[in-house]
């Protein structure tokens, strides 16, 4: 899979169900409104004009009574998947961009420089080892008993609390 890809998906794991929970959301408290105020406002109309005060008023009251919504959707099922629709395409829209936005700029974003995740496949054991010798790293270890030059430079600092 692409690295942009894969690290927009790993970053915004926890945005995938804000997200989802906040479009639910939104569908209840003013999709379900909307849908019944406008199927209400085009029962009234009169000569065609759709009353924007009946609208309104019905979108309010709606709002205030989200699971009364849920009980009276079949009355209203044709507007309210008609808004929904549209609403939704629009929710995706957003989330795509905010994606977008968040991937990696490069394959080595957010990778320590220097650490052995820039190794693929456990290549860096063909120089290091996995259990035990010098400690440069979580699981990597420089082998003492190696043949050449088994020098180590330690860059950083030590902390104490």
């Known amino acids: 899979m692409n690295y942009k890809i894969e690290g927009a ?19 209840i408290v003013f999709v379900m409104p909307v849908a019944y105020g406008w199927e209400l406002a085009t029962e009234q109309a009169i000569g065609g004009k759709i009353s924007f005060n009946t ?20 009355s209203y099922w044709g507007s309210f998947i008609s808004l ?18 968040t991937a990696p700029k490069n394959k080595y974003q957010d990778i320590e420089h220097g650490s052995s995740d820039w190794c693929e496949h456990g290549e860096q054991y063909r120089v290091l080892s ?3 010798g010098i400690i ?21 600092r030590i902390r104490c609390w």
């Not at 609208?55 to 079949?74: D, H, S, V």
């Not at 939704?88 to 961009?97: K, Q, R, S």
């Not at 440069?136 to 180590?152: F, I, M, Q």
């Open 130 to 132: 996995p259990k035990k």
């Open 9 to 27: 998906l790993k970053r915004n794991k926890k945005t995938f169900i804000f997200a989802i929970i906040l479009w639910l959301l939104i569908a």
């Open 84 to 101: 929904l629709w549209k609403y939704t395409l629009g929710f995706l829209v957003i989330v795509i961009i905010g994606l977008v936005r």
């Open 55 to 74: 609208l309104t008023a019905e979108i309010g009251n709606r709002m205030a009574q989200p699971f009364e919504n849920i009980q009276k959707l079949g």
């Open 136 to 156: 440069l790293a979580e699981g990597n270890y420089l082998p003492v008993d190696k043949r050449g030059n088994v020098n180590v430079l330690v860059v950083g």
